[in-house]
């Protein structure tokens, strides 16, 4: 089975831009979860949707938003970019919610 | 609020060494729990996961024990190898009722470098 994927790979964008990164779970998983990855905070839970339904929310502004298609590709989108939003995007999906969570290989968002 | 902490923060063993990393979470009603690794650069790749009744779980050379009463796991590395150097992650799923509550909190992780 093909992995977790994520486009783009990199981005690059300038403060006050909106962004959209996306994500294709494993062919059959329903959950895919987001994570924002920086050097000073670690690892931090985004949301996580499954069955196109967000059944949980981090502690992110409103800036922070995604969704989820019938097929379970997922989209996460920032709107008005802060610098501070520069950081590793990570996705994850599993079968269920509780099973073991396989991640996709990242997008590298800079702001500038 | 549920915290995981690991340690070490970092460790430099010589190839062929055994070696134990340790995780401990404060908040005891988890769901389960899941060690990563993750090389430079790059997203994570899942090594273990332990569910909340189980003690432990193995995978090769790598072993991972959970004692939930006290907050604690561990993951064994038999005979280090330079491809070993990554971070490693552990991560704890919260139980909600009996039910799963899908955030994953992370540790900081243990940077790990196996010289030859």
């Known amino acids: 089975k093909a992995g977790v994927t994520q486009t783009p790979r990199y981005l690059i964008k300038t403060r006050g831009q909106q962004v959209t990164l996306s994500c294709s779970p494993i062919?059959?998983?329903?959950?895919v979860s987001w994570y924002q990855q920086t050097p000073g905070q670690g690892l931090q839970f985004l949301f996580e949707y499954f069955s196109e339904t967000q059944r949980n929310k981090g502690n992110f502004p409103g800036r922070f938003s995604g969704r989820q298609f019938s097929n379970s590709r997922s989209e996460m989108n920032v709107s008005t970019l802060e610098l501070g939003d520069s950081a590793l995007y990570l996705c994850a999906s599993s079968n269920t919610v509780s099973d073991t969570q396989y991640f996709g290989p990242g997008t590298r968002l800079t702001v500038l | 609020k549920q915290e995981v902490t690991q340690i070490p923060a970092a460790l430099s063993v010589p190839e062929g060494e055994n070696l134990v990393l340790n995780c401990s979470f404060t908040d005891s009603a988890i769901y389960n729990l899941q060690w990563f690794r993750q090389d430079p650069g790059k997203g994570l790749t899942s090594l273990l996961l332990i569910q909340s009744s189980q003690r432990e779980q193995t995978s090769g050379r790598l072993n991972a024990s959970l004692d939930k009463s006290s907050g604690r796991s561990t993951l064994y590395i038999a005979a280090s190898q330079p491809g070993d150097s990554a971070t490693y992650l552990c991560?704890?799923?919260?139980?909600?009722?009996?039910?799963?509550?899908?955030?994953?909190?992370f540790g900081q992780g243990t940077i790990l470098t196996v010289h030859p």
């Open positions: 991560a704890v799923r919260r139980n909600a009722g009996g039910t799963s509550y899908g955030k994953l909190t």
């Open positions: 062919s059959g998983h329903r959950s």
